[in-house]
C-alpha cells in the first residue's frame, strides 16, 4: 500500500517555474515507478511524465518534453516534477500516481497501471 501527498502548486506567471512535490508513505515506496498526471479544466486525465522504480529512467508525454523533469528521492520517499517556462495551457490539478504492481521495467502513460494516486495540487498559470 502506498499513500500519496502532492504539494508546491500554486499561482504563477506564464514563463516562471514550479517545483511539485508528491511525499510517500509506506515501506515499498522504493519499488514502485511512479507517474505524474494532470487535469485541466473541462478535459479528461492525461499523462505527464514517470520515473522508474530506480530512478534512471524517465519518460514524457510530447507536450511537455524539454520544460517539465520528473525525479525521484527514494532515501525521502518523495517524486518531484519540476515545471519551467510555464503556459497558461499548463494550468491543470497535477495528481502523482504508484505504479500497479513492483520493479517493472516498463514505464506506462495508461491510468490503468498505476493503483496509488494523490489527491492532486493546483497549478495555475496567469498570462
Known amino acids: 500500500q502506498v499513500q500519496l501527498v502532492e504539494s508546491g502548486g500554486g499561482l504563477v506567471q506564464a514563463g516562471g517555474s514550479l517545483k511539485l512535490s508528491c511525499a510517500a508513505s509506506g515501506r515499498t515506496f522504493s519499488d514502485h515507478s511512479m507517474g505524474w498526471f494532470r487535469q485541466a479544466p473541462g478535459k479528461e486525465r492525461e499523462f505527464v511524465a514517470a520515473?522508474?522504480?530506480?530512478?534512471?529512467?524517465?519518460y514524457y508525454a510530447d507536450s511537455v518534453k524539454g520544460r517539465f523533469t520528473i525525479s525521484r528521492d527514494n532515501a525521502k520517499n518523495t517524486v518531484f516534477l519540476q515545471i519551467d517556462s510555464l503556459k497558461p495551457e499548463d494550468t491543470a490539478v497535477y495528481y502523482c500516481a504508484a505504479d500497479r504492481d513492483y520493479r517493472r521495467d516498463n514505464l506506462y502513460a495508461r491510468e490503468v497501471e498505476y493503483a496509488y494516486w494523490g489527491q492532486g495540487t493546483q497549478v495555475t498559470v496567469s498570462s
Open positions: 520515473i522508474n522504480w530506480k530512478g534512471g529512467r524517465t
